[in-house]
């Protein structure tokens, strides 16, 4: 999202705690939408509504004859073996129950894929904000207090992964996986 008073772009990497900070720096409450259909309807094109790229989000900004840049690019990374327990948990969810084993596949896939990487591909000195350290460090770069609720319910304890699984996570995000000494 690119937020024209604080003159930055806000990269919402999935299952980073980035709809708590999407709502905080719109200044809505916890349980409001923080995405308006207006703000998704253009999203459409590219596949995922609420998770669009740097690249995506700067395309669409160019279309609106106001828009002057942004000073800085900020994003949320989480340890990617965290990340990809959230995925499933969230995957796992009532509301999700009807989904098929393929399309499920797909989905993680999908999710773990729009890591730091591929989301941030062609910004320049993005400021990271860490998982673990999320409303402090909201606060500081910021300039937000976030109300965060874990809504996936994400096991605290690592949980056995197998081979394939730890492979897949390394090879989709590389960067996570460097930066949390993995």
Not at 53 to 59: D, E, H, K, Y
């Amino acid at each position: 999202m690119y937020h024209k008073e604080k003159n930055l772009i806000f990269v919402a990497i999935p299952k980073c705690g980035t709809t708590s900070i999407i709502r905080s720096l719109r200044g809505l409450e916890h349980n409001e939408n923080p995405m308006s259909p207006e703000e998704l309807k253009p999203m459409a094109k590219y596949g995922d509504l609420r998770h669009p790229t740097f690249s995506q989000i700067v395309n669409e900004c160019k279309k609106d004859s106001n828009f002057n840049g942004f000073e800085r690019v900020v994003t949320v990374v989480r340890n990617p073996v965290d990340r990809w327990l959230s995925i499933k948990a969230f995957l796992r969810m009532p509301q999700q129950e009807n989904i098929d084993e393929p399309m499920l596949s797909g989905m993680m896939y999908r999710l773990l894929h729009r890591g730091y990487d591929y989301m941030t591909n062609g910004a320049e000195n993005v400021e990271i904000i860490r998982f673990e350290n999320l409303e402090e460090e909201c606060k500081r770069v910021l300039g937000v207090e976030i109300g965060y609720s874990n809504k996936t319910k994400a096991p605290k304890q690592k949980a056995k992964l197998s081979g394939m699984e730890l492979d897949l996570i390394k090879k989709l995000n590389p960067a996570e996986w460097y930066l949390y000494g993995l």
